[in-house]
C-alpha cells in the first residue's frame, strides 16, 4: 500500500510537481519560498557561529621562550581541552580537530616525560627496573 501524496501546499508537493511535471500551485510555491528563506538563515546563523578556538577565554600566556618543550604542551593541552568542552556543546561538528589535537599533544608530552625520567635514572636503577619488570610478568 503506497503512502498517501503529501497535501499542496507543502515542500514535499512541490518537488512532486517538477518530478511529474504539472504545474506548480501558488501554495506549494510559498511553501518552496518560505523553505528557501529558511535553509538561507540556517546558513547565515552557521557563518555568524564563533570558530572554535576563538570562544576560549584568552589566557595570559608566560614567554615560550622562558619555559620548557613539557610547560609549553601542557599549556596548549589545557587550551585544546578547554576548547572540547565548549565546542562539544555548541558545535559537534568541529570536534573532531581538537580531538586529534589533543591526542598529538598528550603523546608528544608523554614522550618528553619518558625521556626525562630515563635521562634522570642511573644505568644501574634502570636495569634495576627493568629486571624488576620482568619478574612480576612472569
Known sequence: MPRP?????????????????????AACAAARDERTKQVA?????????????SIVPDVVEPDPERLERADVLRGGL??????????????????APLLKEMRELARELAEI??????????????????????????
Do not use: M
Not at 589545557?78 to 570536534?95: C, F, G, H, K, N
Not at 625521556?115 to 612472569?138: C, E, I, K, P, Y
Open 5 to 25: 501524496k503529501a497535501p499542496c501546499g507543502t515542500y514535499s508537493a512541490y518537488k512532486r510537481h517538477l518530478r511529474e511535471g504539472t504545474t506548480v500551485d
Open 41 to 53: 538563515d540556517d546558513r547565515r546563523a552557521a557563518k555568524r557561529l564563533p570558530r572554535a578556538l
Open 113 to 138: 616525560e619518558t625521556a626525562g625520567s630515563a635521562a634522570n635514572d642511573s644505568l644501574a636503577s634502570q636495569l634495576a627496573a627493568a629486571r624488576a619488570a620482568r619478574q612480576t610478568g612472569s
Open 78 to 95: 589545557t587550551d585544546v581541552r578547554a576548547a572540547i568542552a565548549i565546542v562539544r556543546q555548541s558545535e559537534p561538528a568541529r570536534l
